[in-house]
């Protein structure tokens, strides 16, 4: 589990410190789960190994002082970000008021045709981001979405929009159900090139 903390230099009022849900049951299964239709369900949720993931990324950000005059939790609606935020809270001392559920801009990266399938599957996909921001995976008829790098970097820039309006002077604790909403958002506030 990464945790990313930066002070940006375009708001340097705003602290975000980046967190990714621990391991949900689906993970543990080996299999791609990223249809929203079953983002709250319970099998989305966090295993038992992603507790204990959880609760050691909320004793670093205790450490950080991520949440020392308080702070704003922002997960994912999904069933593992939202069980991450709660721990986060508790480890932290913050109030659950202080968890705004995020609905769609931090969703996990739909992955198309290769939901379902095992998540070795998964780096097809990121040699095809390699080629082209534009690269999307092939459509699945289930209704997963099926989205380039260059659509999340869309999402998560409406999100930061949304919080650099809102929270002037904040900490903000980013909880994401994946690693791709994370390190996309990252290498495009750094600058670095998004195929990376």
């Not at 949900?24 to 369900?41: A, D, H, L, Q």
């Not at 721990?87 to 996990?108: G, H, M, Q």
């Not at 409406?158 to 309006?165: A, C, D, G, K, V």
């Amino acid at each position: 589990m990464k945790i990313s903390s930066s002070l940006y230099e375009f708001c340097p009022l705003i602290r975000y410190f980046l967190v990714r849900a621990g391991e949900s049951e689906y993970e543990t299964s080996g299999i791609i789960n990223t249809n929203p239709v079953s983002k709250t369900s319970l099998e989305n949720g966090l295993s038992e190994a992603g507790k204990k993931q959880v609760v050691q990324a909320a004793v670093k950000l205790k450490n950080l002082g991520a949440c020392k005059d308080s702070c704003w939790i922002w997960p994912s609606i999904t069933q593992r970000s939202y069980q991450a935020a709660e721990l986060i809270a508790y480890v932290n001392d913050i109030s659950r008021s202080r968890i705004v559920p995020e609905y769609s801009f931090l969703d996990a990266r739909g992955l198309g045709a290769y939901e379902g399938k095992t998540l070795d599957a998964v780096n097809e996909v990121y040699e095809t981001d390699v080629v082209s921001l534009q690269s999307r995976p092939p459509p699945n008829t289930n209704g997963t979405p099926n989205e380039s790098v260059a659509d999340v970097f869309v999402r998560v820039t409406q999100l930061m929009s949304i919080l650099e309006t809102q929270y002037a002077g904040e900490s903000i604790v980013i909880v994401s159900p994946d690693s791709d909403n994370l390190s996309v958002l990252q290498a495009g506030l750094y600058g670095l090139d998004l195929r990376r």
